[in-house]
């Protein structure tokens, strides 16, 4: 029979917990410097041998287990209340070699949780080189634990700590701090009031303000004979609790742990002088975010361009293959066109996660933080509100989520609020289409118009966040100061494993999550293009055939002109064709006005809605782009022109085109409230916006 | 005694007091505690945040978290 063993996997931020995590489960785990990014509970799970199966659970990042905050209700919930199915047989704390000292607090309480517990130690390739020594013997002695030395880099030390969680039977469950020092009064009442309870465990209870377990907390707060403290008192208590133990610590680490001075590497300051300074720093940011757009723009339009013209010739021999009939053209023009509106994203969306997973792991996202908190504290923002902004450039779901480690629930919401004006992946598809349509492909210093104009709407939706923040936090309302309280990681070469597992996991959660509502849509675009009330539709032929009964028009045009009959006609047609009295303004017809409707579901959906509009009935399969550019007026002017394509950009920077964010944000704020209001205010911005643009330019 | 927003970069100085009302205990976590010793190492701009290294962490803090840190010029 195979035995399951839950771990959990519990350290502070940046000790390379999710790399270890990584290389013991190879499963999708993102690594990041910045404090809580891991705010989900990332499971996943190896075999150590025939009969033993582990389940592995990465928690939060977290100093210590006072801390109040959403992340930590994760961690609460899964040591302190064994009713939890996942609730760990042993837990497995990371450090790394550098910052035992600081891990050991966190060791020490989750220890005196009475919880089999093993201390790994993290980067231990490193030890030589910083000059550090440490007596394990001794310390785990002292720490009444198993320490193993891994590296996660190097991938040394699994073998022996997977032995070690085998055998987890033989650790100790004792505690090793008597929290009775910190305050012998209070806490022999406590004792006295519930004798059967861990002291430690209440304690934890009593501090937190999350209803995690709202019975537990209950019955400490009615029980008439126990006085409930102030919460300025538990905090000076908690503050004691946490000099005690790092006395405790400090002792212990005397004995067992050293460190030569002289091997410290400046590394660092270095590189902190000039990243974080008062010019150079803000000048290298801003170069290395244009850096990366130009690289995404460049990198990305080659295998783009191979995944269109790819599917466009399988549609073809699809074609020309299958005997004719509906579903020969359902798999040509709506599956093929939808799948391929799926993939075009890959390469986008694989080469940001590239730089935004180096960024964090390097070190650099932290002094990014620490450049434009203040900044950002003037619109309402705060430093930490940077990666969701950051994020929300990839896509607005995980920016939405990430937003967790932002403590101040103002800060928080307005944070939400405006991330969904960054421009997130799936809008550059959009934006490249029209730029290549509408902008000419010159350079001015080197520098394309193409990709000026691509940052310039990366800005602008920036710009538009900021503006719309500064105007929020003058209408939300909150008591709670926000703070900064950031640690500033050492400088680290990135791991290319996790790195690449990054990047697989959010191409992954794309393709399924994203792809899913994409390819329905695109079907049933295809379906309702295909279809249609009413006679127009129905005897298309007969209509067209007598318009131009009397003048000279070739086969193939009068077989065009039936088909475009039959989709101006068809239930898309129509819908499309009902707004077109409201859009007509902003420049665009009823062929956009469908897309626009389609893509409000997901914004990228309106480049595969076009490409499966435009290649109904259409003989050629030439590519989207060359339809598009193709699509004219009546007059016989483009469509795509200067100033309806700005136009349409403008209307994408600002409109909340996004069922899947709006649902996330519910999730998020708990609430419709916060959804219906973005959704409206994005939508009426967007409107005007694009209709001031396009009368402008017109 | 004087405020931590006050102190300039390079400047030393030993934790005399934490108004723990008014900070994260995060802050006390990453061994920001009465007694110990630390180093400013830069500050972002003029009201900015403070970075500074304390007994072996290195952290930013904003300057309001900074001003109920109260510090001992060494």
Redesign the interface.
Known sequence: MVKTITVALIGNPNTGKSSVFNSLTGLKQKVANYPGVTVEKKTGSFNINRTTDVQLIDLPGS??L???SLDQSIVFDLLLNKNNKDFPDLVVIISDV??L??NL?LFTQIKDLEIPSILAINMSDQLKLKGIEIDIKKLEQKLDTKIVLISAKKNEGFEELKNVITNYRNLSNKSIFNIREIDHEYFTNLNQTFPEQSLYKLWLLINQDINFSKIQRNTIETTGNFKTQT??YL??L??KE??KR?QWINNLLKETYSKDIAKVHGI?NKL?RIL?H?FWGYAVFFSILLLIFQIIFDWSSIPMDFIDSTFVSISQSVKSGFPPGVFTNLISEGVLPGIAGVLIFIPQIALLFLFISILEQTGYM?RV???M??TL?RFGLS?KSLIPLVSGVACAIPAVMSTRSI?NWKERLITILVVPFMTCSARLPVYLILISIVIPNDKIFGIGYQSLTLLGLYILGFLMAILSSSILQLFIKSDN??????????YRLPLTKNVLLNIWTKTKSFIVEAGKIIFAISILLWIFASTGPGDNFRNANQIVENQYSEINISEEDLELEVNAFRLENSYIGLLGKSIEPVISPLGYDWKIGIALITSFAAREVFVGTLSTIYSVGSENQDTIKTRMREEVKPDGSPIFNFASGLSLMIFYAFAMQCMSTLAIVKKETNSWKWPIIQLIFMTILAYFASLITYQILI | MIGLNTLKKGDRAIIKDILIDQVPLALMEMGCLPGNELLILGLASKKGPIYLKVDQSHISIDIITASKVLVELK
Not at chain 1, 481 to 490: N, Q
């Open positions: 100093y210590g006072n801390t109040k550098e910052n000292k600081r607090l919460e300025s905090k000076k908690q503050q946490t000099i790092y660092r902190d974080l008062k932290s933080v620490f450049l908190d203040k504290k430093g403590e100061r926000s703070y900064l309280v950031l640690e500033m990681p050492d």
